[in-house]
């Protein structure tokens, strides 16, 4: 493991800032502490690449916003890049973080969207967030919709949004229609349950076998979950030959392998099965007869290319809109979560990706404490 300490000037194209106490410009006095970023100069086990680097501090210009990163969650794809097995890599030397919630600290003169105070949430992807502070255009920057808690809003924008477009893209779902699903216990598996709850949607979640199952599926029951089924028992279960439950017309599949093989075999003549991951390792099988004689179709889904293809929609406008309503009412739920010193992400790092699914708790590195 490396640990390295540099005082550099950044050679990353956004420089970083620290707190100001005017809307227009810099206050000397509090250049104190020293800004601080995890950077990678080359692929490998985040624990391995990853280094502490102290930065250069410098004022925003006209059109960009300067911000205090609070919280910034540490998500498998994140761990994917920096290993350099994610579809999306960054320019080396680079900054991870996909998400996170910040403080704006100041603004430039021509900015007229944010002012000091405001909480913002990417709007790009790969904006770097695990740092303490960054100077980004302002249009790289969301607003979070009032109501929102910070620990919600630092991950409100892969989750909540992958489970949402799932659940609205793919089938034209009616109150009483059933969605079937594995990793129902991840962190977008407990957002399809409890959106599907709201919009009368029955749902079979399918969790991995477990000493403590009873536990996680009074969790997920208590989430809004109408059947939770492990891997043994969705292999028997006859729930929808008994009309039990009309039979799926949608799946979702974060895991492939056998897991997801099972799955298929429950889905309606017709039905859809949206593949978000791949958590098994292993690849997606699916018998000849399901897609002649059920007419199963196979579709895939990525949050990071519907972002950048619908950037500046009304249609993403109103998901961030009536999501931000569902967490200020307190409809929706953040997943079971570990806030990690950022001076400790180690702990983060290494068990983003080692839980096996079976703990279902997401990392957040609280950028506050560095």
């Known amino acids: 493991m490396v640990i390295c300490v540099r005082n550099l000037v950044s050679p990353l194209s956004r420089s970083v800032v620290t707190n100001f106490t005017s809307v227009r410009q810099m206050n000397a006095a509090v250049k104190t502490e020293p800004v601080k970023s995890l950077l990678y100069k080359e692929y490998g086990e985040p624990v391995d690449v990853l280094c502490v680097t102290t930065q250069a501090i410098n004022e925003p210009k006209q059109n960009q916003v300067s911000v205090k990163w609070l919280l910034a969650p540490v998500n498998p794809a994140d761990i994917n890049t ?19 919630v910040g403080e704006v ?48 809003a630092s991950m409100l924008n892969v989750n909540p949004c992958t489970a949402y477009r799932m659940l609205k893209d793919f089938v034209a779902l009616k109150p009483g229609d059933t969605v079937i699903q594995n990793g129902g216990n991840s962190a977008v598996g407990q957002m399809v349950i409890q959106l599907c709850k709201i919009w009368n949607y029955k749902t079979v979640s399918v969790i991995r076998d477990r000493p403590n199952v009873q536990e996680l599926k009074n969790h997920l029951t208590n989430l809004g979950a109408d059947e939770i089924l ?8 006859q729930i929808f030959k008994d009309k039990k439950l009309p039979s799926p017309k949608l799946a979702l599949n974060c895991i492939c392998g056998q897991n997801a093989l099972e799955v298929v075999r429950h889905l309606a003549h017709g039905g859809i099965m949206v593949t978000y991951g791949g958590m098994s390792r292993c690849p997606l099988t699916v018998p000849t007869s399901a897609l002649i004689f059920k007419d199963i179709t ?42 990690v010193p950022f001076c400790q992400y180690q702990e983060a790092v290494v068990n983003a990706l080692s839980t096996d699914g079976r703990t279902g708790v997401k990392y957040i590195l609280d950028m506050t404490k560095s």
Do not use: C
Not at 88 to 97: D, E, N, Q, V, Y
Not at 230 to 237: A, F, I, P, Q
Not at 306 to 314: I, P
């Open 82 to 100: 920096i290993q350099g097995k994610y579809p999306s890599k960054l320019t080396l030397p680079a900054i991870p973080g996909n998400e996170g």
């Open 230 to 237: 492990t891997e043994s028992e969705v292999r028997k279960t």
């Open 298 to 339: 196979l579709k895939g889904f990525w949050m990071t290319a519907w972002t950048k293809m619908n950037l500046n929609s009304k249609e993403r406008e109103h998901m961030f809109s009536e999501l931000g309503v569902l967490f200020k009412e307190k409809k929706l739920k953040a997943p079971p979560h570990k806030l």
């Open 105 to 152: 600290i100041a603004v430039g003169s021509d900015v007229k969207n944010l002012n000091i105070g405001d909480k913002v949430i990417p709007n790009i992807t790969n904006l770097g967030t695990w740092r303490t502070h960054a100077t980004y255009n302002s249009d790289e920057l969301m607003k979070v919709p009032k109501g929102v808690g910070t620990v919600e």
